[in-house]
């Protein structure tokens, strides 16, 4: 069955750096564009960024355009938030998601969820 | 990138039916048929619920429907059960190739 878990959550100081990973099994890894989502504690959804079949086409969102990157290894069926110049602001559960072989138009698995947290 | 307007909470009593909207813009749920519910109880990863406005994956109940017309999309439950009690996210594709979510509605069971 298709499984997604997330893990590199941790506690980090404002402007210190993170990286998380979601290990991805049950499903061929490399034909699905996946997705990072995130969820600031009470509060709702926040699409974080894309990523392609290949690693070629990536979004990001404003919110951290220039200070999130969003890669993969497909022959580890992994993928994963580089995440620099943390922010209070960015404190979130983080969350992997698979979206389909063209797009992130719909999300049909979702991982637990890894905890960051941004605080001095 | 503004979240898509969903209203905060609704309610109901097993059995009735209930609408949640979510409102945006020509740039996002008027623009394409990519519109996607998601339910999430507390603690717990979301789920898809309807995908493309009004598609349901397998083994979601046929009480979950979806519909849209024009910049707002809409999911109705119909006979309400305990355990829909949960918070429903509305997501869209955009034609900026994002995605963006909806604000969240606490659904209530009364």
């Known amino acids: 069955q298709v499984q997604l878990v997330e893990s590199g959550g941790d506690l980090v100081k404002p402007g210190g750096s993170l990286r998380l990973s979601c290990a991805a099994s049950?499903?061929?890894?490399?034909?699905?564009?996946m997705t990072w989502i995130r969820q600031a504690p009470g509060k709702g959804l926040e699409w974080i960024s894309y990523i392609s079949t290949g690693g070629s086409t990536l979004y990001y969102a404003d919110s951290v355009k220039g200070r999130f990157t969003i890669s993969r290894d497909n022959a580890k069926n992994s993928l994963f938030l580089q995440m620099n110049s943390l922010r209070a602001e960015d404190a979130a559960v983080y969350y992997c998601?698979?979206?389909?072989?063209?797009?992130?138009?719909?999300?049909?698995?979702w991982g637990q969820g890894t905890l960051v947290t941004v605080s001095s | 990138q503004s979240a898509l307007t969903q209203p905060a909470s609704v309610s109901g009593s097993p059995g009735q039916s209930i609408t949640i909207s979510c409102t945006g813009t020509s740039s996002d749920v008027g623009a394409y048929y990519f519109v996607s519910w998601y339910q999430q109880h507390p603690g717990k990863a979301p789920k898809l619920m309807i995908y493309?406005?009004?598609n349901r994956p397998s083994g979601v109940p046929n009480r979950f429907s979806g519909s849209k017309s024009g910049n707002t999309a809409s999911l109705t439950i119909s006979g309400l059960q305990a355990e829909d009690e949960a918070d429903y996210y509305c997501?869209?594709?955009?034609?900026?190739?994002?995605?963006?979510f909806g604000g969240g509605t606490k659904l209530t069971v009364l």
């Open positions: 493309e406005v009004s």
């Open positions: 997501s869209s594709y955009t034609r900026s190739s994002t995605l963006v």
């Open positions: 049950g499903f061929t890894f490399s034909d699905y564009y």
């Open positions: 998601a698979r979206g389909n072989w063209n797009d992130v138009r719909l999300l049909d698995y």
